[in-house]
């Protein structure tokens, strides 16, 4: 199976700050990848797929990078409504597998 | 729009089955693979299963094979999850969720909450 180590577990910070997380797949999953944000009592909801492609509706200060083992999904400019805890997911083999989560709190 | 609703969540005695179904509106479902997604109370997602567009593929995680089973109605527009000989450790939100050939789930649905107490 594919392990995804996502970090950090949890952050920190202000609005308007720059805030980046990473995913490191254990072997390589081209760019099979999505990002999830996830607000508490609600479902999922995808933000970035094949590693770096924004979904249709999602703000452009969300971005994706990344190949191979090394993924990293950036918030330009924190806003109130990002506060959330984001998932990765590869979905390169079965079975697919998330990252640990990333909780992104008010500083 | 896509809406997704899943159903049947219960509390159950642990070892006991419960099945759970989510009807979708607003696919062509039976173009779209379709997954179940598990969620602990306080935890992270979980990945549980998945089932071809047509139904002629499915795999599933680790912690639930041989005990669940994925399945689709096209006719219905329904997806399904059996699941047999249950332990408290798939007490969870139980979320389906849609995916395109290759691509990453895209559509979720608002989940249906499954307790399992021994």
């Known amino acids: 199976d594919i392990q995804m180590t996502q970090s950090p577990s949890s952050l920190s910070a202000s609005v308007g700050d720059r805030v980046t997380i990473t995913c490191r797949a254990s072997?390589?999953?081209?760019?099979?990848l999505g990002w999830y944000q996830q607000k508490p009592g609600k479902a999922p909801k995808r933000l970035i797929y094949?590693?770096?492609t924004l979904q249709s509706g999602v703000p452009s200060r969300f971005s994706g990078s990344g190949s191979g083992t090394e993924f990293t999904l950036t918030i330009s400019s924190l806003q109130p409504e990002d506060f959330a805890t984001y998932y990765c997911?590869?979905?390169?083999?079965?079975?697919?597998?998330f990252g640990q989560g990333t909780k992104v709190d008010i500083k | 729009q896509v809406q997704l609703v899943e159903s049947g969540g219960d509390v159950v005695q642990s070892g006991r089955t419960l099945r759970l179904s989510c009807a979708a509106s607003?696919?062509?479902?039976?173009?779209?693979?379709m997954h179940w997604v598990r969620q602990a109370p306080g935890k992270g997602l979980e990945w549980v299963a998945i089932?071809?567009?047509?139904?002629?593929?499915?795999y599933y995680a680790d912690s639930v094979k041989g005990r669940f089973t994925i399945s689709k109605d096209n006719s219905k527009n329904t997806l399904y999850l059996h699941m047999n000989s249950l332990r408290d450790e798939d007490t969870a939100m139980y979320y389906c969720?849609?995916?395109?050939?290759?691509?990453?789930?895209?559509?979720w649905g608002q989940g249906t909450l499954v307790t399992v107490s021994s």
């Open positions: 072997q390589d999953i081209r760019n099979d």
């Open positions: 089932i071809w567009y047509d139904g002629g593929k499915k």
């Open positions: 997911l590869q979905h390169n083999s079965f079975p697919q597998t």
């Open positions: 969720a849609t995916s395109n050939p290759g691509t990453s789930i895209d559509y």
């Open positions: 607003g696919i062509i479902f039976r173009n779209y693979g």
């Open positions: 094949a590693a770096s």
